[in-house]
């Protein structure tokens, strides 16, 4: 999408600042969202659009953003908040209709409401995504027609739409669909089934599961924005692009991948250096790259991790995964208490986004805290994201395993990234610790061919792995498995 500031011409005569805040509005975010975007209050973005509506002659926000289309073509979002201008493959602009009920009863009515209002708020809350405001999807409730014309109209790219009923034996089916808002066709359903008992557990546990599904690192709108970036000639990729490529490299967890996911995620800060959350996914490539043994020197590795890491917490204090990196971090300046307490405001941050969960349920396990903590987070990432990443059952069998229940982490490393030598060796240690050592060997086998260089040790010392339980526990199983 084109930059306002890139418009050929502007009749209306629009200051600057009244076209950024025009864009944002148009795209979907509240005044309060607005002013933080620009540094000015809610009350000043209220006086900037009265006067824009009036030099537009326009009454609403739809209005608005048709007019900004049609100055601008493939223009929505205007200068993003570090004045980079936005393309045609930037953040996917979402819009999330009103539920139909499709049951007599008015009670239903208001659990529909307050699931497609829930999505907007949740969904507005990952940079990675532009989505409309609740008040202009309200205004569409009782509308009928097709997803073209409504995608059309809002300029959106993705639909989402719902309906529920009442069902026998007091149970409630939600229906929800994400809609290619360009041509039409579903993308993804789902149908859930739930008890009546508690209206607001409906609610919650039915707009955590879609958002994360959605939303995640690995979520259906991401892969499906990939899937067009990669038409796009390398030479015109944007930061966004990569950024995006770069974290679905990053979660491969292969040498290649690893290395793969560098480059991309140091070419999106270098075409953005305010892009906090490629540097965050740049900060965590180096933690792996070195946890693993796919660079030269871990410590060059921990070096650029913690240096990313602070620069992303820097340009966005408000950055989840920021902020759990630099936890990690103090844990290995020997700092544990404000480890923990990093990891847990990163967690009051975002508590429903299992990305962070699993992550920080990892930390909990390797990095500071009590393991046993770690079970309950993972448990909840896997129940709120019905697609989750391979890795994440890295962070379960990690949790698992220094806890000490070794059957249940084979179970879990074995759906973990089989290429990433910190797999093969813990299915290596655990089926030791379980006497069953001709698998075992089979597995050590496996990471003295594929990584000769790799060892306990080196995993300990290459993140580096701090909490002493899991300290003891990996060098135990290390002999055990009679690995190097």
């Known amino acids: 999408m084109a930059s306002l500031d890139g418009m050929n011409c502007n009749p209306a005569g629009l200051s600057a600042r009244e076209q950024a805040v025009a864009a944002k509005f148009a795209a979907g975010l509240t005044y309060r969202e607005i002013g933080e975007a620009l540094f000015i209050s809610p009350a000043t973005v209220r006086t900037h659009l009265s006067v824009i509506y009036q030099k537009l002659g326009v009454h609403n926000k739809v209005a608005l953003a048709n007019i900004l289309v049609d100055q601008a073509p493939g223009a929505i979002a205007g200068p993003v908040g570090n004045g980079v201008s936005v393309d045609t493959l930037g953040p996917p602009i979402i819009a999330v209709l009103p539920f139909d009920n499709l049951s007599a009863d008015d009670r239903w009515s208001r659990l529909a409401d307050g699931l497609s209002v829930d999505l907007i708020v949740d969904l507005g809350r990952y940079p990675d995504l532009a989505v409309i405001s609740r008040y202009t999807m309200l205004a569409l409730k009782g509308r009928r027609d097709d997803a073209r014309s409504i995608g059309s109209e809002l300029n959106a790219d993705y639909l989402i739409e719902g309906s529920l009923q009442s069902a026998a034996n007091d149970r409630v089916r939600i229906s929800v669909q994400l809609v290619d808002a360009r041509s039409g066709a579903g993308l993804w359903t789902a149908r859930y089934d739930e008890p009546t008992d508690d209206l607001f557990?409906?609610?919650?546990?039915?707009?955590?599961?879609?958002?994360?599904?959605?939303?995640?690192?690995?979520?259906?709108?991401?892969?499906?924005?990939?899937?067009?970036?990669?038409?796009?000639?390398?030479?015109?990729?944007?930061?966004?692009?990569?950024?995006?490529?770069?974290?679905?490299?990053?979660?491969?967890?292969?040498?290649?991948?690893?290395?793969?996911?560098?480059?991309?995620?140091?070419?999106?800060?270098?075409?953005?250096?305010?892009?906090?959350?490629?540097?965050?996914?740049?900060?965590?490539?180096?933690?792996?790259?070195?946890?693993?043994?796919?660079g030269s020197d871990p410590a060059i590795s921990l070096e650029r991790f913690a240096f990313c890491a602070n620069k992303a917490l820097a340009l966005d204090p408000g950055n989840s995964h920021a902020r759990q990196c630099v936890g990690d971090l103090l844990a290995c300046a020997g700092d544990f208490?404000?480890?923990?307490?990093?990891?847990?405001?990163?967690?009051?941050?975002?508590?429903?986004?299992?990305?962070?969960?699993?992550?920080?349920?990892?930390?909990?396990?390797?990095?500071?805290?009590?393991?046993?903590?770690?079970?309950?987070?993972?448990?909840?990432?896997?129940?709120?994201?019905?697609?989750?990443?391979?890795?994440?059952?890295?962070?379960?069998?990690?949790?698992?395993?220094?806890?000490?229940?070794?059957?249940?982490?084979?179970?879990?490393?074995?759906?973990?990234?089989?290429?990433?030598?910190?797999?093969?060796?813990?299915?290596?240690?655990?089926?030791?610790?379980?006497?069953?050592?001709?698998?075992?060997?089979?597995?050590?086998?496996?990471?003295?061919?594929?990584?000769?260089?790799?060892?306990?040790?080196?995993?300990?010392?290459?993140?580096?792995?701090?909490?002493?339980?899991?300290?003891?526990?990996?060098?135990?199983?290390?002999?055990?498995?009679?690995?190097?």
């Open 201 to 294: 557990a409906i609610q919650n546990s039915v707009t955590e599961n879609v958002i994360n599904v959605l939303a995640g690192c690995c979520g259906k709108l991401a892969n499906l924005r990939r899937d067009i970036v990669r038409r796009k000639p390398p030479a015109s990729m944007s930061a966004y692009d990569c950024h995006l490529l770069g974290v679905e490299q990053l979660n491969l967890y292969s040498r290649a991948s690893n290395a793969e996911a560098i480059r991309l995620l140091s070419r999106a800060v270098e075409l953005d250096p305010g892009l906090a959350r490629a540097w965050a996914e740049l900060g965590f490539a180096y933690a792996v790259q070195g946890a693993n043994g796919y």
């Open 337 to 484: 208490d404000r480890a923990v307490e990093e990891n847990t405001r990163a967690l009051m941050t975002s508590p429903n986004d299992s990305d962070v969960l699993a992550l920080i349920a990892g930390s909990r396990a390797l990095a500071a805290g009590e393991p046993q903590e770690g079970r309950p987070l993972i448990e909840r990432a896997l129940s709120i994201n019905a697609l989750p990443p391979a890795w994440y059952f890295s962070m379960l069998g990690r949790v698992t395993f220094v806890t000490g229940n070794y059957r249940e982490a084979i179970v879990a490393f074995r759906r973990a990234p089989q290429e990433m030598p910190s797999t093969q060796m813990f299915l290596a240690m655990a089926h030791a610790l379980l006497g069953e050592m001709e698998v075992s060997r089979t597995y050590a086998g496996l990471l003295q061919t594929n990584y000769p260089d790799f060892t306990a040790e080196t995993f300990i010392s290459g993140y580096p792995i701090t909490n002493p339980p899991a300290i003891a526990s990996i060098r135990n199983g290390a002999r055990c498995a009679e690995l190097q």
